[in-house]
């Protein structure tokens, strides 16, 4: 099954895309799209859903994730991610795809074994989950980091479904 990650923002929305089979995961492609900061705000989010569009129908995911936004302490740059954010949720919503939502805490949990782990050790185990990838950027591996954890709670949970409908 193929998942897309984001880890959204109004500069730079990550995105990365791997390929799900049981347990084996596997890289499809990575960047980030990047929006004009000397725009004003709506252009920038039209910036961003016209280059998360153009990403889904280039790579045809069936599912996407989104990291969930964390609170900054500049009210208007939380502001600001929040609307990045409701743009990055919208675009696979409206190509139809299931759309899941993810703490920081939690990927870096499913990814590193640590909800706390820094930035470079996500980046790190991103490699070594995702052998050769060349990731582009930061907000990349991140997203990278998005879909893997997808991945595994994705399959948890249908595992677990399968045990409820066998035992009832």
């Known amino acids: 099954m193929r998942l897309i990650g984001f880890d959204p923002g109004l500069r730079h929305t990550g995105w990365g895309v791997i390929e ?11 960047g980030a799209v990047t929006t004009d900061p ?3 705000l709506a252009s920038r989010l039209v910036e961003l859903y016209d280059g998360l569009v153009k990403i889904i129908g280039q790579f045809a995911p069936l599912e996407a994730a989104v990291e969930e936004t964390f609170v900054n302490k500049n009210p208007t740059s939380t ?15 409206r190509a139809g795809l299931v759309v899941s939502e993810y703490t ?10 640590a909800g706390h782990a820094a930035k470079e050790q ?3 185990m991103v ?7 060349q990731i582009t950027s930061a907000d990349a591996a991140d997203a990278l980091a998005v879909a893997i954890c997808h991945a ?17």
């Open 20 to 30: 799900s089979d049981g347990n084996r995961l596997s890289h499809v492609a990575n």
């Open 38 to 40: 000397k725009g004003d």
């Open 79 to 93: 502001l600001k991610l929040g609307q990045a954010r409701g743009v990055v949720l919208l675009v696979p919503a």
């Open 104 to 113: 920081p805490n939690l990927i870096k949990k499913s990814v590193v074994g």
């Open 122 to 124: 996500v980046q790190m």
């Open 127 to 133: 490699g070594v989950l995702l052998p050769g990838t």
């Open 152 to 168: 595994h709670h994705r399959a948890s949970a249908a595992a677990m479904a399968k045990v409820a409908g066998g035992i009832g």
